[in-house]
């Protein structure tokens, strides 16, 4: 397969080292980076070769989407935050390539969603919304046709991990003592300001009740010994609870390192004989 990335930063990276231990290398690989920053990706890619053999001369370095659309890709996956999927995922849609968007939180933008979904259309491609850091995606997007749901997300993260988001203005992060809850609001409300903490809000929302039916509290814990995602839901047909506390990925503590297993999942299944 051949393989596209837009951005190389901590998730990029992380998951092309787990490409290689689990064996599974793409024929050619194409990164999309920042105008005026392909120098220095290049310089990353030729560190990295050491521990990921399979980049060693394989990577195409480009910086716009028409270049990564001539390296003729059979898959695409966004890691390059909400600036990134708006610049360059409608082209690279409307030319038929399937996208893993990881930047899930960007779709909470209603016309950037609605941009999307018809470049998809337009260009008979898929867009993939990998589980992230949370669980049980199956089961609620599996309910959601019977109407009814009540969703609610809370998301807990140590101080630190709210460093450079909204919350710094609602506490002291770097003296808070006890458990406190920040935010409470709508998923897009919850994806609309903290872009690089709530994918999860908007997977749940997209799988589920919408944008607005699904409610969300963040939370600051110093107690928090990595990044805790729990929601409740009730419908009709079940109802469940589900709580999952991730380690945060050694790159950026940001981003639970569970988010990159879920990519890693996406690409073998569409390698694979057997997807599941």
Same mark, same amino acid.
């Given at each position: 397969?051949?393989?596209?990335?837009?951005?190389?930063?901590?998730?990029?990276?992380?998951?092309?080292?787990?490409?290689?231990?689990?064996?599974?290398?793409?024929?050619?690989?194409?990164?999309?980076?920042?105008?005026?920053?392909?120098?220095? !990706?290049?310089?990353?890619?030729?560190? /990295? *070769? #050491?521990?990921?053999?399979? &980049?060693?001369? +394989? @990577? $195409?370095?480009?910086?716009?989407?028409?270049?990564?659309?001539?390296?003729?890709?059979?898959?695409?996956?966004?890691?390059?935050?909400?600036?990134?999927?708006?610049?360059?995922?409608?082209?690279?849609?409307?030319?038929?390539?399937?996208?893993?968007? !990881?930047?899930?939180?960007?779709?909470? /933008? *209603? #016309?950037?969603?609605?941009? &999307?979904?018809a +470049? @998809? $259309?337009?260009?008979?491609?898929?867009?993939?919304?990998?589980?992230?850091?949370v669980?049980?995606?199956?089961?609620?997007?599996?309910?959601?046709p019977?109407?009814?749901?009540?969703?609610?997300?809370?998301?807990?993260?140590?101080?630190?991990?709210?460093?450079?988001?909204?919350?710094?203005?609602?506490?002291?992060?770097?003296?808070?003592?006890?458990?406190?809850?920040?935010?409470?609001?709508?998923?897009?409300?919850?994806?609309?300001?903290?872009?690089?903490?709530?994918?999860?809000?908007?997977?749940?929302?997209?799988?589920?009740?919408?944008?607005?039916?699904?409610?969300?509290?963040?939370?600051?814990?110093?107690?928090?010994?990595?990044?805790?995602?729990?929601?409740?839901?009730?419908?009709?047909?079940?109802?469940?609870?589900?709580?999952?506390?991730?380690l945060?990925?050694?790159?950026?503590?940001?981003?639970?390192?569970?988010?990159?297993?879920?990519?890693?999942?996406?690409?073998?299944?569409?390698?694979?004989v057997?997807?599941?």
């Amino acid at each position: 397969m051949r393989l596209g990335l837009i951005g190389y930063g901590n998730i990029a990276a992380t998951l092309l080292g787990l490409l290689e231990r689990t064996g599974v290398r793409p024929a050619h690989l194409a990164v999309l980076a920042r105008p005026g920053s392909g120098a220095t !990706v290049r310089a990353r890619i030729a560190a /990295d *070769a #050491a521990d990921v053999p399979a &980049l060693a001369g +394989a @990577a $195409t370095v480009v910086e716009d989407a028409a270049g990564l659309l001539g390296c003729a890709p059979d898959l695409v996956v966004e890691c390059a935050g909400h600036g990134g999927v708006a610049a360059h995922v409608p082209a690279i849609l409307r030319a038929g390539v399937d996208l893993v968007l !990881v930047s899930v939180g960007a779709m909470s /933008d *209603a #016309a950037l969603e609605a941009s &999307l979904r018809a +470049a @998809a $259309t337009e260009g008979g491609a898929r867009i993939i919304l990998p589980a992230g850091a949370v669980g049980g995606i199956d089961l609620l997007a599996a309910l959601a046709p019977a109407g009814g749901l009540e969703v609610i997300y809370r998301g807990s993260k140590p101080p630190r991990a709210w460093a450079g988001t909204p919350a710094e203005a609602a506490l002291d992060l770097d003296t808070l003592t006890e458990r406190r809850v920040f935010f409470q609001g709508s998923a897009r409300e919850a994806a609309r300001d903290y872009p690089k903490n709530a994918n999860v809000a908007a997977t749940l929302a997209l799988a589920g009740a919408g944008f607005e039916a699904t409610r969300v509290e963040l939370i600051a814990d110093p107690a928090a010994a990595g990044n805790m995602h729990s929601y409740e839901v009730r419908s009709p047909v079940a109802n469940y609870r589900m709580e999952i506390e991730n380690l945060p990925s050694a790159g950026n503590a940001k981003t639970s390192v569970s988010t990159v297993y879920s990519v890693l999942r996406e690409v073998r299944n569409r390698m694979a004989v057997v997807a599941i």
